[in-house]
């Protein structure tokens, strides 16, 4: 029987294109400097569309850890620190527009009266992830946050699903990963957990079935899922 979620957090907790596309947005003009040449340069290197302000699917950024996509960047400005860069991007991060999937703290609050363990696992910085439920006033409602930076490792392997398992002394099988990228899903597949994904992120169903045990509009079907699964 399920006994903890750990969830994603862009994508999953947030709509991925109402935060990550306003924040490519804004780091972009911020290293670009003005230059129409640099821009083009760092929405390429990120598989950006500048035009329509929104990533391409197959963009790296969706499901890469900070030092990823500050790597990608650093390949269009030479001369800059993947220092400098990765701590740009964590502030531009923390200040991110967050579009919330659904209604959070009654949605959480709600998983927490049944007695589920939650947990966020995401492949942003853990910085970023406190800021961004700090904001949402959710943070409280989880019994473990962690980032790429956290110590565990990033998705998509299984280490820091296993961390959460482990920190909530429940067996994988009694976990479900709950996320909208491959990455998300390969990981809990990789950890032995159940899982689910969800549309509200850039990646479509062809795409997830194949490592899901469900596919969920969003978030807010969950209950009606683990009702449909015999708990409770």
């Not at 003005?34 to 760092?42: F, I, S, V, W």
């Not at 980032?147 to 296993?162: N, R, T, V, W």
């Not at 479509?204 to 009702?227: E, R, V």
Request: hydrophobic share 50%; proline share 6%.
């Amino acid at each position: 029987m399920v006994q903890g979620i750990l969830f994603d957090k862009d994508g999953t907790l947030f709509h991925f294109g109402a935060t990550w596309n306003a924040w490519a947005q804004a780091v972009l003009a911020d290293l670009a400097q003005g230059c129409e040449t640099r821009a083009e340069a760092l929405a390429a290197a990120t598989r950006f569309d500048r035009a329509t302000g929104a990533f391409h699917p197959d963009s790296p950024v969706i499901a890469g850890t900070n030092r990823e996509v500050a790597q990608l960047l650093a390949s269009a400005l030479p001369g800059r620190s993947l220092g400098e860069i990765e701590a740009l991007l964590i502030h531009h991060a923390s200040t991110a527009p967050q579009a919330p999937a659904v209604p959070l703290a009654p949605f959480l609050a709600d998983l927490r009266a049944r007695g589920l363990r939650l947990g966020v696992m995401t492949n942003d910085a853990e910085a970023a992830a406190l800021a961004h439920l700090d904001t949402a006033k959710v943070r409280h409602l989880f019994d473990f946050i962690a980032g790429f930076d956290s110590g565990y490792g990033a998705k998509p392997a299984p280490q820091p699903l296993l961390a959460f398992a482990e920190a909530m002394a429940l067996a994988p099988a009694q976990v479900v990963m709950v996320g909208d990228s491959t990455h998300d899903l390969i990981a809990g597949r990789a950890a032995g957990m159940k899982t689910i994904a969800v549309l509200t992120g850039m990646a479509g169903p062809a795409d997830l079935a194949p490592l899901a045990d469900a596919i969920l509009p969003d978030i807010g079907h969950i209950p009606g899922w683990l009702q449909a699964q015999g708990w409770g």
